[in-house]
């Protein structure tokens, strides 16, 4: 399958084990390093759905309306998560709107809308390892002895949240595309998420 080809050949393992999960797997990761993720976090998902709306505009419109239903089903979950984190955070909408992307999340969403307007089938390809790594990282997560890494990964350890990845990754696994300019596309993506985590780490 495409999905497993693009996994197998990209820096996934770099990913999904990077410092970062392992810190927040084994409780050390500061929360001043994870409120700063989860403002970026917010960022890039608010620039992420409008370029998934604008890449079904693209797509064919059974999958188009199959795939954003689980997602915006799902979604409410992922909200409820991210408002109890907030609140223990100390993190309000205002300091979220009035924070500046930084440079890997600017290039990461510059990157997904790229391709949002160009192909439904590619922008798949440069949107799977967001939504499929972090349910790898969630089942992990979720087992700290963080309340905070607990409660966070909880949701994308979830079932709610396994939907989504499985009906993305069925699309992904329907298409047709050149493999070779996939990887690129993939890999891009891939090393986006770990300079994502990279940032959160330094706090650029």
């Not at 996934?12 to 994870?34: A, S």
């Not at 370029?51 to 409820?80: C, H, M, N, Q, W």
């Not at 070779?180 to 300079?195: H, P, Q, T, W």
Request: with cysteine.
């Amino acid at each position: 399958m495409l999905s497993d080809f693009l996994k197998e050949n990209s820096s996934w393992e770099e990913y999904v084990n990077h410092k970062f999960v392992r810190m927040m797997i084994d409780g050390t990761l500061p929360h001043e390093n994870f409120r700063y993720y989860l403002i970026q976090d917010a960022k890039y998902v608010e620039e992420m759905l409008r370029a998934l709306f604008r890449a079904s505009a693209l797509a064919p419109i059974d999958k188009a309306i199959k795939l954003l239903s689980v997602i915006l089903t799902t979604r409410d979950k992922g909200l409820e998560t991210n408002n109890y984190l907030y609140s223990k955070l100390n993190i309000n909408q205002e300091e979220i709107k009035s924070a500046k992307m930084n440079d890997i999340n600017y290039s990461y969403t510059r990157h997904l809308n790229y391709w949002a307007e160009r192909s439904w089938e590619l922008f798949l390809v440069a949107w799977t390892p967001c939504m499929w790594g972090y349910y790898e990282i969630g089942k992990k997560v979720v087992q700290s002895n963080d309340d905070l890494y607990k409660a966070w990964a909880s949701f994308y350890s979830s079932d709610d949240y396994k939907r989504r990845v499985d009906i993305i990754l069925e699309n992904l696994n329907s298409i047709s595309v050149d493999k070779d300019l996939a990887l690129e596309i993939f890999n891009r993506s891939v090393k986006y998420e770990i300079g994502f985590w990279d940032y959160a780490l330094s706090m650029k």
